[in-house]
């Protein structure tokens, strides 16, 4: 039990630690990340495979609320989970709004952006009907891109939920 009790002592002094040292910057970072997890949560609508797979999207992509990425093609990725912006014209026919409103609630909108990355993959799973090769044309349809991305995508559910991931639903 001190051992236990030594543990949780330690664990407080570093997050407190943490804490007494949070940033302006941090405190932002800190609240975009708890607004991208509440999107997910929603755009998952309660479907447990679907939010893990959102959320080993988020956790490859590594992007944040207002993200906009220069990639060596000329496009650029945006937002949290870093939609390209190849896909601006295609998901403003969809909602029926103007491309540069779709840029900026890509970039700036955390819930637009996760629900953009739901539709493309899910798109993309009914096109292929395979989970993983949906999961690796959401990045690419370049073969050895699309292969690398399905390989770091699972290493990033593994890392988040565990090796048995997909095993039972929560």
Same mark, same amino acid.
């Given at each position: /039990? ?9 664990? /407080? ?10 940033t302006?910057? %941090? ?6 990340d ?10 998952? %609508? +309660? %479907? ?6 959102l959320?080993g999207? $988020? ?11 220069? %990639?060596?093609? +000329? ?5 949290p ?5 190849w896909?601006?014209? $295609? ?32 798109t993309?799973?009914? +096109?292929?009907?395979?989970?993983w ?13 699309k ?7 699972g /290493?990033?559910?593994i890392? $988040? ?10």
């Amino acid at each position: /039990m001190s051992r236990l009790w030594g543990l949780l002592t330690a664990a /407080m002094i570093v997050m407190s630690a943490s804490i007494v040292h949070a940033t302006p910057a %941090n405190a932002a970072q800190l609240a975009g990340d708890v607004e991208v997890a509440r999107c997910i949560r929603l755009a998952s %609508n +309660g %479907n447990g495979w679907l939010e893990k797979t959102l959320w080993g999207l $988020r956790d490859q992509e590594a992007g944040w609320i207002g993200a906009r990425i220069r %990639n060596a093609d +000329g496009s650029y990725d945006l937002g949290p989970l870093q939609i390209n912006s190849w896909w601006v014209p $295609r998901i403003s026919i969809l909602v029926h709004r103007s491309e540069s409103e779709v840029w900026h609630r890509l970039q700036h909108d955390a819930c637009f952006n996760v629900y953009a990355a739901r539709w493309i993959f899910l798109t993309e799973l009914q +096109g292929v009907r395979n989970y993983w090769t949906a999961i690796g044309r959401y990045h690419s349809r370049v073969t050895w891109r699309k292969n690398l991305y399905i390989q770091n995508v699972g /290493m990033r559910l593994i890392a $988040r939920f565990g090796a048995d991931t997909f095993g039972k639903e929560k």
